[in-house]
């Protein structure tokens, strides 16, 4: 069977409009030439589709089931192939990036912000995801760009990524704490106290094992959750030390809490990644460009501490808390 989209837009036009004037008109074509193709669709498929007279045209049963089911198909391609087009112009469309949530309150919440200012016809939607399920959904291809957090570089050759922001390590603690005294923490001087902390759904979990790992630590946390808010909540009651990456692009303390940096330094990588070998679409390459000069803008903003804090440059001496001081 040889049948062309030509010939089936031509007879969706003809059946809809029930003239052949009339689709010849929509297609710029003769009468005769509308008449062809017709003709040349009904010997390809053995049906007749049409009752002809000199007053009227009339789909035959086996036309109008065509037409019903062509149709359809017709109208899903003419949108595909305009969506597809929108997202060509680099400024419209949809765009559909993965975050894990803790992210998606803080840092990409700024970046669509900044995608809506810049292109307002654009969606651009986020998709919450444990970061080991924002992998697979770039990996596979069912979204544009994931953002992901990671302590070590990724391993495998089907993503390439972009780092756009770095942020280290903080114990977060009560400002009575008696280790709220010292300017900095060392890793050690967690050994013996609860923590809390985020799960792997943020990535910083496997920053935590590492920096365990490298110090001769075993101890887990007292408590993994999947939102900032919890586990600040948690340090509040007293139930633990939190470790958390603190900066601008991360959900902060409040007070009464105080973060001090854990030393030796241990940093969180922040990553936009998309397919190897795979190109973006020119909307979501505009969408990647507004999220990775979010993060810069955001790296450049000073940070107001919140009302009632103390001014922790001078609060107290540096001074590294080491083991039994």
């Known amino acids: 069977m040889n049948v062309s989209l030509q010939q089936l837009k031509v007879f969706v036009a003809v059946a809809r409009e029930r003239s052949f004037t009339r689709a010849a008109r929509e297609f710029d074509l003769t009468q005769s030439a509308v008449s062809r193709c017709v003709r040349e669709l009904e010997d390809a498929v053995e049906l007749k589709l049409f009752d002809r007279t000199t007053r009227q045209v009339e789909l035959t049963n086996a036309g109008a089931s065509l037409e019903r089911r062509i149709g359809r198909l017709l109208d899903e391609i003419d949108l595909t192939l305009r ?18 949530p803790v992210l998606s309150s803080a840092w990409v919440a700024d970046g669509l912000a900044r995608c809506a200012a810049a292109f307002p016809e654009l969606i651009v939607s986020v998709k919450d995801q444990p970061q080991a399920g924002v992998l697979a959904s770039v990996e596979q291809g069912e979204v544009d760009f994931g953002v992901v957090s990671v302590a070590e570089p990724l391993v495998g050759d089907l993503l390439h990524a972009q780092v756009v922001f770095t942020t280290s390590l903080h114990a977060v603690l009560p400002f009575a704490h008696p280790l709220a005294r010292h300017a900095d923490i060392s890793w050690s001087a967690l050994r013996d106290v609860p923590l809390v902390t985020l799960n792997a759904d943020a990535g910083v979990r496997a920053a935590l094992d590492l920096a365990f790992s490298m110090h001769g630590l075993k101890q887990r946390p007292a408590q993994e959750l999947g939102h900032v808010a919890g586990v600040l909540r948690m340090i509040e009651l007293g139930l633990g030390i939190g470790v958390l990456p603190v900066d601008s692009h991360w959900p902060a303390p409040r007070a009464p809490l105080v973060s001090r940096p854990l030393l030796p330094q241990m940093n969180l990588t922040t990553m936009l990644v998309h397919r190897r070998n795979r190109s973006l679409r020119p909307n979501a390459a505009s969408a990647w460009a507004q999220f990775a000069m979010s993060a810069s803008a955001h790296s450049n903003a000073t940070v107001t501490p919140p009302p009632g804090a103390p001014d922790q440059s001078t609060q107290h001496p540096r001074k590294e808390l080491h083991d039994g001081n």
Not at 84 to 99: K, L, M, N, P, Q
């Open 83 to 100: 969506e597809e087009r929108a997202a060509y112009d680099g400024h419209t469309g949809v765009v559909v990036v993965a975050s894990n």
